[in-house]
Every structure is written in C-alpha cells, then in structure tokens.
C-alpha cells in the first residue's frame, strides 16, 4: 500500500501563494487517481481537487481558476499549486490517493491564510 507525506503548507496572507507536495512511497503511475482534500476546523473534509491516471482534473467551484493540481510520475509527487488565498481556504489538507477501492491518506498539512 501506497504511504503519502505532505509538505508546503504554513501561515500566508491573503493573496499569496504557496504550494503543497504529496510524496508517495511507492509508483502513483498505477493509481486510479489522487487528489486534495481540505478540512476547515468545524467542518467536513471536502475535496479540493482531484487528477486521475491519466491527467484528467477536476475543481471544487470555490478554487477553480485558484489552484492547480498536477502530478510528476517520475518523481511520484503530486502538487496542488494555490494562489489568490482567501482566508476561507485555511485549513487542513490531506492527500489521498485512490487504486480500486482502497483509500489511503496523508497525516496532512495545516494551511493559515491571514486576512
């Protein structure tokens, strides 16, 4: 089973950027997809945004034109690249990674976005 590490998250203002990274211990190119999902204190983990095998991507309406997620197979990481924070994207974000039914998740990555 795949293990991910999350990276890249910290304090910024609004406005910023930042960009986060999910390494995975073993090959992404065999997952059926990945993606990031985000959990803001008091709420539910709702998903970010998503890639698949093969490149397809898809958005929450609240960061579409925001952020970007991308993946490098030859490096097993994927990236979610997050400019124009609000404050309303702080938060916890998780990676997953999806082959069949099997779910796996990161520890996560705390995201401050200071108005």
């Known amino acids: 089973q795949v293990q991910l590490v999350e990276s890249g998250g910290g304090l910024v203002q609004a406005g910023g950027s930042l960009r986060l990274s999910c390494a995975a211990s073993?090959?992404?190119?065999?997952?059926?997809?990945m993606g990031w999902y985000r959990q803001a204190p008091g709420k539910q983990r709702e998903l970010v945004a998503a890639?698949?095998?093969?490149?397809?991507?898809h958005y929450a309406d609240s960061v579409k034109g925001r952020f970007t997620i991308s993946r490098d197979n030859a490096k097993n990481t994927v990236y979610l690249q997050m400019n124009s924070l609000k404050p309303e994207d702080t938060g916890v974000y998780y990676c997953?990674?999806?082959?069949?039914?099997?779910?796996?998740w990161g520890q996560g990555t705390q995201v401050n976005v200071s108005s």
């Open positions: 890639i698949t095998s093969g490149g397809s991507t």
């Open positions: 997953n990674a999806v082959r069949g039914a099997s779910y796996t």
């Open positions: 073993g090959t992404i190119f065999s997952l059926d997809a």
